[in-house]
T-cell receptor
Framework: GESVGLHLPTLSVQEGDNSIINCAYS??????FIWYKQESGKGPQFIID?????DKRQGQRVTVLLNKTVKHLSLQIAATQPGDSAVYFC??????????????FGQGTTLQVKP | DSGVTQTPKHLITATGQRVTLRCSPR?????VYWYQQSLDQGLQFLIQ???????AKGNILERFSAQQFPDLHSELNLSSLELGDSALYFC??????????FGSGTRLTVV
């Protein structure tokens, strides 16, 4: 079946450095992608999204890049802070899902920020 | 507080039992989604309801069922529980397409 995958299960970075979390998706027809952050003991929290007609979208300290040629999605976090430590999930809206809103989630990457 | 309320937060029950998880969506959201999160499985889509009707079904076991009530809250019923059903169960809601808002989850432990 379809799957959305992340390249690394754990990423460790120094506080203040930039973080890049990667995601490979399988379906070239997916038209909507989201990054979620999940802190320990909490539900996933929306970070940023991007539609397939865009290559880049910026938020506050976060940037999502979409490379449709190689079916790759990345999340860049600038000046990583201890509060950014969490599990990050990418999700895609599969084709033919119509107006169901169903999202397919990847396995997640754990971001560890070292002080 | 995300606006999506899930109860209970924790549930411990024995194998073979039946439990009901409850979700109140964010005000104005018509869609409710249920996801299961196990340690090694990530977030697995179970089922979606939209304004009281089932809209999409994922990898939901026959022992599991759900419904959405006229006030838009939803319940996920898990029966004949097995050890492998131990997981976090998340509810999310949305107004339409786009991203979800998740609740804080119910941690189910089957012993």
């Amino acid at each position: 079946g379809e799957s959305v995958g992340l390249h690394l299960p754990t990423l460790s970075v120094q506080e203040g450095d930039n973080s890049i979390i990667n995601c490979a998706y399988s379906n070239s027809a997916s038209d909507y992608f989201i990054w979620y952050k999940q802190e320990s003991g909490k539900g996933p929290q929306f970070i940023i999204d991007i539609r397939s007609n865009m290559d880049k979208r910026q938020g506050q300290r976060v940037t999502v890049l979409l490379n449709k040629t190689v079916k790759h999605l990345s999340l860049q976090i600038a000046a990583t802070q201890p509060g950014d430590s969490a599990v990050y999930f990418c999700a895609e809206k599969p084709p033919l899902s119509g107006n169901t809103g169903k999202l397919i989630f990847g396995q997640g990457t754990t971001l560890q920020v070292k002080p | 507080d995300s606006g999506v309320t899930q109860t209970p937060k924790h549930l411990i029950t024995a194998t073979g039992q039946r439990v009901t998880l409850r979700c109140s969506p964010r005000s104005g959201d018509l869609s409710v989604y249920w996801y299961q999160q196990s340690l090694d499985q990530g977030l697995q889509f179970l089922i979606q309801y939209y304004n009281g009707e089932e809209r999409a079904k994922g990898n939901i076991l026959e022992r599991f069922s759900a419904q959405q009530f006229p006030d838009l809250h939803s319940e996920l019923n898990l029966s004949s529980l097995e050890l492998g059903d131990s997981a976090l169960y998340f509810c999310a809601s949305s107004r339409g397409g786009g991203g979800y808002t998740f609740g804080s989850g119910t941690r189910l432990t089957v012993v």
